[in-house]
């Protein structure tokens, strides 16, 4: 079974700070998803990543498959961009679907 | 395109109850997937279907059931509901040509207490 670890479980930042969400997973994945969930509760896929990097705006993901390691980061932060932010694997065995991190509570300062 | 719906969108049951909580995509993917989210818990898969006719059991599928009558729609029942199923709902959908490795589309979510 995979186990996803997210860090920082909270971040409470100004506006402007450039932002980091770290995902760590035990066991090989075909891909790794970074998701958004906003406060109304609504769940939107922002990355779909296998290997390397991806860049979408202010967004980038990166993702290292031999440590077992992924990052979000965020440039020129927005107090919109306030939301949980949820890191999950497609391991490479077992049931199809994904398996989930906690989520990191991103707040996002004036 | 309308993607994933759900409906409801809030329930309230009695403790041995039953109801179907109702998904339906738009987007002709293969692939739906049942989630429960907890307070302050990850989600976690309770049930999938790769095709019409064809579901398998996901991490947590004790007290559910569902069916896959066409590629739209991915039904599930909770039989005799109990207070450890109080839970936020997510149905989803994906894969594309990159199968169930491509991007999944949430729907909005069912929130249901049982009292």
């Known amino acids: 079974k995979n186990e996803v670890e997210q860090s920082p479980q909270n971040l409470t930042a100004q506006e402007g700070e450039f932002i980091t969400i770290n995902c760590s997973y035990s066991?090989?994945?075909?891909?790794l998803h970074w998701l958004q969930q906003h406060p109304g509760g609504g769940i939107v896929s922002l990355f779909m990543l296998s290997s390397g990097k991806k860049k979408h705006g202010r967004l980038i993901a990166t993702i290292n498959i031999q440590e077992k390691h992924s990052s979000l980061h965020i440039t020129a932060s927005h107090p919109r961009d306030s939301a949980v932010y949820i890191c999950a694997v497609r391991s490479l065995w077992g049931a199809d679907g994904l398996t989930f991190g906690k989520g990191s509570h991103l707040i996002i300062q004036p | 395109n309308a993607g994933v719906t759900q409906t409801p969108k809030f329930r309230i049951l009695k403790i041995g109850q039953s109801m179907t909580l109702q998904c339906t995509q738009d987007m002709n993917h293969n692939y739906m997937y049942w989630y429960r989210q907890d307070p302050g818990m990850g989600l976690k898969l309770i049930y999938y279907?790769?095709?019409?006719?064809?579901?398998d059991k996901g991490e947590v599928p004790n007290g559910y059931n569902v069916s896959r009558s066409t590629t739209e729609d991915f039904p599930l029942r909770l039989e005799l509901a109990a207070p450890s199923q109080t839970s936020v709902y997510f149905c989803a959908s994906g894969g594309g040509l990159a199968g169930s490795t491509d991007t999944q589309y949430f729907g909005p979510g069912t929130r249901l207490t049982v009292l």
């Open positions: 279907s790769v095709g019409a006719g064809i579901t």
């Open positions: 066991v090989g994945i075909s891909a």
